[in-house]
């Protein structure tokens, strides 16, 4: 099955304690390319994130978002420390006084609330804290299932159009086969004249005849190329329906496709095959773009 490297997954989960809130966006990207933005109090479970992410999610560009409220009664983790703070407050008017001049209160507090130890870290008790991470880890493992469900859609819809691609190359390979009919003749009657006319000269080369003939054969002859491109449209459908997904696979068949309907549009030295060539070429360059975007 497909997965495209383009997902989305949000997740909601509220405890007696927090309201958690995690989002997940994926884009393209040749390689797993996390972005994080995770509240400071639980920053030191960013590398478990980044597992959880890694694990489930694969290649991408990948911005993860957390957000943790407290609810209720749940206090913040900093708070002011009222009393060394008056303490500075009482000094720095004091000092103020002392110097002659009346200081604005207002610009007083502030410097008072700069001073060393002016806040308290209130340390959170560990089994709350674990307890909470414990919410957080369901909440992004269900963004990650999100995701990931969001990933094999924009898959599924990409593989049907993939098959429309090969399709359509598929038929115009076969109105190909049939142009090519109509082409050994033309060829063939072109030959048979330009033979006419060396048998005619009197320094007519026997050897030389035999080394061009084979060439203009080889290069007009497009026969092991239709077999090759069938073989390749095959196989990319087959692909198209393994159990997993590998875009760099398709990629890299993708390119041998295109190699033979350059080959057959060189060779084959006919207009009408060659308009067919350009069309099966714009078929390809929608494949080349999508697989871009597959895991």
């Given at each position: ?187 063939r009657e072109r030959l048979e004249k330009q033979v006419r006319e060396l048998l005619s000269d009197d320094n007519f080369d026997t050897n030389r005849f035999e080394q061009e003939l084979i060439y203009y054969v080889e290069k007009f002859d497009i026969s092991e ?63 080349k773009e999508q697989t871009m975007n597959i895991i």
């Amino acid at each position: 099955m497909l997965k495209s490297m383009t997902g989305y997954g949000v997740s909601n989960i509220e405890s007696d304690s927090i309201n958690v809130t995690v989002e997940i966006k994926t884009l393209n990207s040749k390689f797993l390319d996390i972005y994080c933005r995770i509240p400071r109090n639980f920053s030191e479970r960013e590398i478990e994130i980044r597992n959880l992410i890694t694990q489930s999610l694969e290649r991408g560009k990948v911005e993860f978002t957390l957000s943790v409220q407290p609810i209720g009664k749940t206090v913040a983790s900093t708070s002011v420390n009222r009393a060394l703070v008056s303490a500075y407050f009482r000094d720095l008017s004091d000092t103020s006084k002392g110097l002659d001049f009346e200081a604005d209160p207002t610009e007083l507090l502030r410097i008072a609330l700069q001073m060393p130890n002016a806040y308290n870290n209130e340390t959170v008790d560990d089994s709350s804290k674990e307890n909470d991470w414990t919410q957080i880890k369901v909440a992004v493992m269900e963004a990650l299932r999100k995701c990931t469900v969001f990933r094999e859609q924009e898959g599924k819809m990409t593989a049907d159009k993939f098959e429309e691609y090969i399709k359509t190359i598929e038929n115009l390979l076969a109105e190909v086969i049939e142009q090519d009919k109509l082409r050994i003749p033309a060829v063939r009657e072109r030959l048979e004249k330009q033979v006419r006319e060396l048998l005619s000269d009197d320094n007519f080369d026997t050897n030389r005849f035999e080394q061009e003939l084979i060439y203009y054969v080889e290069k007009f002859d497009i026969s092991e190329e239709k077999i090759r491109l069938a073989n390749h449209l095959t196989y990319f459908s087959e692909t198209l329906k393994a159990s997993e997904s590998n875009g760099k696979k398709l990629n890299f068949i993708a390119q041998e496709i295109g190699r033979e309907i350059n080959t057959i549009g060189s060779k084959a030295n006919d207009v009408s095959i060659q308009h067919l060539v350009v069309r099966m070429k714009d078929e390809l360059e929608k494949i080349k773009e999508q697989t871009m975007n597959i895991i």
